[in-house]
């Protein structure tokens, strides 16, 4: 089974007097890079996040953004006595200093900077969110690897047919490499044939025989359509199991387009380089899908 690296995933909770939204959001890369936004006051959970993740995906470029809202309780806030009684003794002074009679209201005190602290967002709210958070990120999680599973399936397809493809340009170069043997032997001896009328010339059939030899030994593909083959078995083979890895398959496909390359330079043919460009047109076509497979 093949997953994609593109997808998206949301989830929403609310338990515990505590709101809490997690967005996932996925594309390809090369590696794993996860970055977790979780909002002012909760920045120590970011590290337990990007940890559940990595449990979850191997490759791709994952963004987490989280909001946690949460119903302030009374201890949530504190009066800071320090702050608060040096703003009263400065303005009752001023007030003695500058003949101001005006009565030094508390109400107006409590609203100056500094003198309400809010608690929450501290690391033990962080903690205490931590379970509701979790249980909204795997929701997340599972409906983003339901999207990339949906998209790695239809990739999947394509690629079999893709591969199919490719094995049956292999069929018809299979089929074609002995004529070009053939071929060869029969303009080699027309060729002599004239030269050697001309010049009042024999050649001795050993000579021609060795010759197309040499050829055929520099021509001969046989290994290549092998190791090719295999190449697809194998891509075949990898598409079908349970996790999905998508840098064997592209170690597989720079590898068919090696073997590939390779007949195209040895054959030697007008036939077998038209099925060799479309092979390299299919393996191209596989190779660029893959680079979104995790």
């Not at 949530?76 to 303005?91: C, E, F, H, S, T």
């Not at 999947?156 to 004529?179: G, H, K, M, S």
């Not at 010339?201 to 010759?211: C, G, N, T």
Request: glycine share 6%.
């Amino acid at each position: 089974m093949l997953l994609s690296m593109t997808g998206f995933g949301e989830a929403r909770l609310q338990r515990d007097g505590l709101a809490v939204a997690v967005e996932l959001r996925s594309i390809n890369s090369r590696y794993l890079k996860i970055s977790v936004r979780c909002g002012e006051g909760f920045g120590a959970l970011e590290p337990q996040v990007e940890t559940r993740l990595r449990e979850k995906f191997h490759r791709g470029t994952i963004q987490v953004n989280v909001r946690i809202d949460r119903a302030h309780a009374a201890d949530d806030y504190q009066v800071d006595i320090d702050v608060l009684d040096a703003y009263r003794q400065a303005l009752s002074g001023w007030c003695r200093k500058a003949g101001v009679e005006e009565e030094v209201l508390l109400s107006g005190l409590l609203a100056l900077p500094g003198v309400i602290r809010e608690g929450g967002g501290s690391t033990q709210a962080a903690g205490e969110a931590w379970p509701v958070l979790e249980e909204a990120l795997d929701e997340a999680v599972e409906k983003l690897t339901q999207m990339r599973a949906e998209e790695g399936a239809a990739m999947e397809t394509d690629l079999r047919a893709n591969c199919q493809a490719a094995r049956e340009c292999v069929d018809r170069i299979e089929t074609r490499a002995p004529q070009v043997v053939d071929d060869y032997r029969a303009r080699l001896k027309e060729r002599l044939g004239r030269v050697l009328a001309e010049y009042e010339v024999s050649l001795e059939p050993a000579d021609l025989i060795k010759e197309v030899g040499l050829f055929a030994e520099r021509s001969d593909i046989s290994e290549e359509i092998v190791r090719l083959r295999s190449h697809f078995d194998q891509f075949e083979s990898i598409c079908s199991l349970t996790e999905s890895n998508g840098r064997k398959l592209e170690f597989l496909t720079q590898e068919m387009f090696r073997e590939t390359n390779t007949i195209g330079s040895k054959a030697n043919d007008v036939e077998i380089a038209r099925e060799v460009i479309e092979i390299k047109a299919a393996v191209e076509r596989m190779r660029e899908m893959i680079q979104n497979v995790e």
